[in-house]
């Protein structure tokens, strides 16, 4: 056995065994109970980062330790790759634009840099031993995950789910597509708030806005019924400045009268109450928007002006026409695509949607159905909920996506859906199955040129994962026993999985959910390329060990955003090394001894009790925290157990019953439960640092058990108690403490002799004494009148 462990080169041995070995393979004809795994796909982006390897670390602890508690674990592996990320990441890469491309080319653009990007980007998640079935593997943009896709729209709109309709959709301008509620977010920006002058009968109407450049866009005024100040004005026209179109001013409660001057201009569309307002009063449509961001010929000569050009425009020319009364500075939350922060608009087009605005009851019913941890993340899911206001747009005017199985009538526009059996179809390629339209006849089709929101496939990712298995195996695995995620995307990626999960299926697609989560900066601040404080797990790894950075990710509880310490780094090293010197002093004593034997029989001297019943209640703990997922507190039960107990006491203790017993028996004692805590503790860190404990599992344990890694070896046992052994060593402990802090405190070495050792227990602690008066190098131990307290019933004087 080599003296050092080289973690460079050990760590890639072993991921090439398990590969080889298929330790990690599902097998589905295996007997036992099946755990089932819904692992997050991520979206190719070239490299692993830092959230990554933090949150797949923790949810692969999980999947080890359900392993090693004999589940028949189900754990694939996919990759996110269809949808805006993709397009995005390849525009940036080739510098090129989709919208301004052909479209089969941009597509066969995204493919091959999809080919070119996958295979190391996936080996980035082997590397730190994420414990997948890789031969379990989709991309959400293969054949199966369109075939899939495809058939839960077809599902949804057989079941009066899904719908087209012509109405105001979310849109980003720079992307030019509609997006959905969920892919928006609140950004602080700063503005200016308008006084701006209408006229009505020739008298000023002053209105404050934030969006002057949408006068052109203006259909209507809106003051509260119960304003006293506008009363007068209601049902008269007010002239819009600039654009000299007239509009009607109505009341509506919507109206603030505390917002501005109490009285507010309604656009389409400038936010979401302008919609309300355009439905409630049956208004005209106005566009002064088009789709790229510029002005419509609405706007007159401000006509192909980008938005933010033709507000300060418009805003100049106001002022110069004395039409601008005030103007104040203000920061406000401003809607913006959460992919690329441009601000959102709402903008008239003709999309599909998933209807579930009439379900928020029966969607909090089925948050509650799930077990959350942490269970507060449970909130997040129904704040999301609770704030919906639009039915899910799942149309993308985008290229590289899951195609919509449609084609309408060039006629009189139905739809004409493909039969499931063809499924997957491209409309743009392939004929619909019908030869005439069933409504009126006409034999010619438009196929739908729109894509499926990327959310729409990945909101099928049980099944996607499930189908990968043959039809009579499937049952085994769905619903699903654990959704792993991070709690950014609770409301893209669960909430969606489990409403379509129960408009498919009427079940809940799995029982638990553990939500993980966020890396930040050593300061605690998010990292991010402009601030330039990111960390790459790449560089971690080629400094540190896999092991190194695992035993990093999992010291942060469940759900808790953590700050980035390389400390961290060098302590998950420094165990490492530790483990390693410690298994091997312990083999050295058991030379030639069969450690499964050895571990079937009791230890007879006292302080070998008291560690085996500490190896025992250290299971338990780390067992019950598991259960719960709170893998970090598992960590810290087994961690203290090791360096406390294990290696700075009792090694220590019975040391010299190892080297020069008195008796072969006492020697014995000591080797059965050295045996037993290896073989526990090997066991016991699998889960956390799998690389490290399978070459110690291949050192020692391999040959006694026969099992081909740490990984399938099994979860262990707690060995019996010795309550009474525990007390004593315990006191033991703490006089050896006290020993030490004196020494230290005189600057002598440990091996220093103590002159006398007078001690006063509770407990009869005789037994422990040649043990303690061995490690302590005390010449004299005496039971008797003792000055300083140390602990609870412990007494000493330590004459030095
Ligand atoms: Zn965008
Ligand atoms: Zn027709």
Redesign the pocket.
């Known amino acids: 056995m080599s003296e050092r462990y080289d973690p460079k080169e050990a760590e890639p041995r072993w991921l090439a065994y398990w590969d080889k070995e298929r330790i990690f393979a599902f097998d589905p004809e295996k007997k036992g109970a099946v755990y089932s795994i819904d692992t997050p796909p991520p979206t190719v982006s070239g490299k692993m980062h830092i959230g990554h390897a933090f949150s797949y670390t923790q949810q692969d602890i999980l999947a080890r330790y359900k392993r090693l508690r004999g589940f028949n674990v189900f754990y694939p592996f996919g990759t996110d790759d269809n949808g805006l990320p993709t397009e995005r990441l390849v525009e940036k890469m080739k510098s090129v634009k989709g919208v301004d491309m052909e479209r089969q080319a941009f597509i066969k653009l995204c493919e091959d840099a999809l080919k070119e990007l996958r295979p190391a980007f996936v080996s980035d998640w082997k590397r730190i031993g994420t414990s997948c079935d890789f031969n379990l593997f989709y991309s959400t943009i293969s054949e199966h995950c369109q075939r899939i896709s495809q058939w839960s729209f077809l599902d949804l709109h057989k079941k009066n789910r899904a719908y087209r309709k012509e109405s105001p959709s979310l849109w980003c301008p720079l992307c030019r597509t509609a997006i959905s509620q969920m892919e928006c977010k609140d950004e602080e920006k700063t503005s200016t708030f308008n006084d701006i002058v209408f006229t009505v009968d020739g008298k000023e109407l002053v209105i404050a806005t934030t969006r002057p450049e949408l006068l052109p866009a203006c259909v209507a005024i809106f003051a509260h019924p119960d304003d006293d100040r506008y009363k007068k004005l209601i049902g008269k026209k007010a002239k819009v400045p600039l654009f000299g179109h007239e509009v009607p001013i109505m009341t509506d409660t919507r109206a603030d009268p505390t917002k501005g001057t109490g009285i507010a201009m309604c656009c389409t569309f400038g936010d979401q109450t302008d919609m309300e307002w355009y439905r409630a009063h049956k208004l005209p449509l106005r566009e002064a928007l088009a789709r790229d961001g510029t002005m419509t010929a609405l706007a007159g000569k401000y006509k192909g002006l980008h938005v933010h050009k033709a507000r300060k425009q418009i805003i100049a020319d106001l002022k110069e026409a004395g039409l601008l009364k005030k103007q104040k500075d203000i920061t406000h939350p401003v809607k913006v695509h959460e992919r690329c922060s441009t601000d959102i608009e709402i903008i008239n087009s003709k999309q599909w949607f998933i209807r579930y605005l009439d379900l928020k009851e029966d969607m909090l019913k089925w948050g509650a159905e799930l077990k959350w941890y942490p269970d507060f993340m449970k909130h997040r899911y129904d704040n999301w909920v609770k704030g919906l206001q639009w039915d899910w747009c799942i149309s993308r005017q985008r290229f590289f996506g899951v195609p919509f199985p449609v084609w ?7 739809p004409v859906f493909a039969s499931e059996k063809d499924l997957p179809v491209d409309p743009l390629k392939d004929k619909p199955s019908v030869k ?7 034999d010619k089709f438009v196929p739908e040129k729109d894509v499926l929101d990327t959310w729409a496939t990945s909101s099928m990712t049980p099944q996607i994962a499930v189908q990968l298995l043959p039809e009579k195996h499937r049952s085994k695995v769905f619903p699903m026993s654990m959704r792993p995620q991070a709690h950014e995307i609770i409301s893209f990626w669960l909430f969606n999985t489990l409403v379509k999960s129960k408009l498919h299926y009427n079940k809940v697609p799995w029982k638990d959910v553990v939500i993980s989560g966020f890396v930040l900066d050593p300061l605690g601040e998010k990292m991010s390329k402009s601030k330039g404080n990111i960390v790459e797990p790449q560089t971690i790894l080629a400094k540190y060990s896999a092991d190194a950075l695992r035993y990093w990710a999992a010291g942060s509880k469940l759900g808790e955003d953590i700050a980035y310490q390389e400390k961290e780094l060098v302590s998950g090293d420094r165990f490492v090394t530790k483990f390693w010197n410690a298994a091997r002093f312990a083999a050295m004593h058991l030379k030639d001894a069969d450690w499964k034997k050895l571990a079937k029989k009791e230890p007879t001297e006292v302080l070998d009790q008291w560690i085996q019943h500490r190896l025992a209640v250290t299971i338990e703990e780390a067992t019950e925290a598991f259960e719960q997922y709170e893998y970090a507190r598992a960590k810290t039960a087994i961690e203290q157990f090791f360096w406390k107990d294990f290696c700075d006491n009792y090694l220590e203790l019975s040391k010299q019953r190892l080297y020069s017993p008195k008796t072969p028996e006492e020697k014995e004692s000591a080797q059965i439960v050295i045996a037993k805590c290896i073989s526990a503790l090997v066991r016991l860190f699998a889960p956390f640092t799998p690389f490290i404990t399978e070459e110690l599992y291949h050192n020692y344990l391999h040959t006694h058990e026969g099992y081909p890694s740490v990984h399938v070896a099994g979860w262990p046992e707690p060995p019996k108690k010795h309550e009474n052994a525990d007390k004593i060593g315990t006191m033991v402990v703490e006089i050896l403490s006290a020993v030490r802090k004196k020494k230290s405190e005189a600057k002598l070495s440990m091996k220093a002799p103590v002159k006398k050792l007078v001690y006063e227990a509770e407990v009869d602690i005789s037994k422990a004494i040649p043990d303690l008066q061995a490690t302590t190098a005390a010449e004299k131990v005496e039971k008797g009148k003792a000055k300083e307290e140390v602990s609870t019933g412990i007494k000493v004087t330590i004459e030095l």
Request: proline share 7%.
């Open positions: 309408y009538c060039a006629k009189c526009d139905e005439a339209c069933p409504k009126c006849n006409h």
